[in-house]
């Protein structure tokens, strides 16, 4: 892409800036609704942008450390839940516990920042 076009978070902001401050006040009922999800999801694909790399950094990392190995993401995310049902890896494990707990905060981060207090 050109140096000169702008950063596709930019291009996402302004979009949602638009929908949320110009249109939607002028809009009722069906188109309110539907312009109101539209800025939601465009929302969700700027912090999509914006977290999703490090956040995928972080997953390999944990993911890394309960399997004792390295690896892709999602070869290691598969070989994680053969693990657990084959019960080498216990349920209550407190690494897996925590590796749950710490990627569930991270996929609300992105779908709905809302629902963890952010």
Known sequence: M????PEPEVILAAAIDYL?????????GYHRFQTRVTANVLAQVRRELALA????????GRLEA?????GDRDSLSRELARRIRSGSIAIDDAALLDHVRQSLVEALRISNPKWIGE
């Open 66 to 70: 309960l399997l004792g190995h390295s």
């Open 53 to 60: 790399p490090l956040q995928e950094n972080r997953e390999r």
């Open 20 to 28: 949320e401050r110009e249109l939607l006040p002028t809009l009722s």
């Open 2 to 5: 050109p140096a000169t076009a």
